[in-house]
């Protein structure tokens, strides 16, 4: 609660969030691949876009998080990390979720492949409560974490990439309270 001269505002949060993760895909010939689109919307304005295979947006393939303000419903921060080709990657995910203040609501989602070289990262991840271990290649992932507080995490994950393709991993929370 907030006092403003003698009278008190109070300070809410309502924020709706969607996360919808995406997958590489290419049919078994390895002649065509087939678009894939995924996305972050907080209260319907989408803040994170990604594509695979001439979709619209670039592919931030990887594992990407975004720091948000769930009160005023807004971005702070948005990172991308290469685990499909970066041990170094995977490692820098850990260091920055690690580092996160504690109560902070991370928003996390794979795009393209993020497993590949994730295994540095997910002791980090299982501590916010988004355990992706099964996981295989070109599977999904997506989540939305407050951080030290692993039981509140919203996560859901596709483990395969055929499955994933089919329909990616999606989450959607509202967050609300004073």
């Known amino acids: 609660m907030l006092k403003v001269g ?36 907080m209260n319907g304005v989408a803040v994170w876009q990604g594509s695979w295979c001439g ?21 702070q921060e948005n990172r991308t990390f290469d685990t499909h080709r970066s041990r170094d990657a995977a490692r820098r995910l850990s260091s920055y979720l690690r580092q996160v203040n504690r109560g902070r609501v991370i928003v996390g989602v794979s795009a393209d492949d993020a497993r590949i070289e994730l295994n540095n990262a997910l002791s980090a991840l299982r501590e916010l409560g988004a355990d992706v271990r099964d ?16 039981s509140k ?4 994950k596709v483990l395969s990439g055929e499955e994933s393709r089919r329909s990616p991993a999606r989450v959607n929370a509202i967050i609300s309270g004073t």
């Open 55 to 75: 979709g619209p947006f670039s592919n931030p393939r990887g594992v990407n998080t975004l720091l948000i303000d769930p009160f005023g419903c807004s971005v």
């Open 135 to 150: 996981v295989r290649y070109r599977g999904s992932f997506a989540f939305i974490a407050q951080k030290g507080y692993p």
């Open 6 to 41: 003698s009278e008190c505002d109070v300070v809410t949060a309502n924020c709706s969030i969607e996360v919808l993760a995406y997958s590489a895909y290419t049919d078994p010939s390895g002649s065509s691949c087939t678009p894939q689109i995924g996305h972050i919307t």
């Open 153 to 156: 995490t919203a996560l859901r």
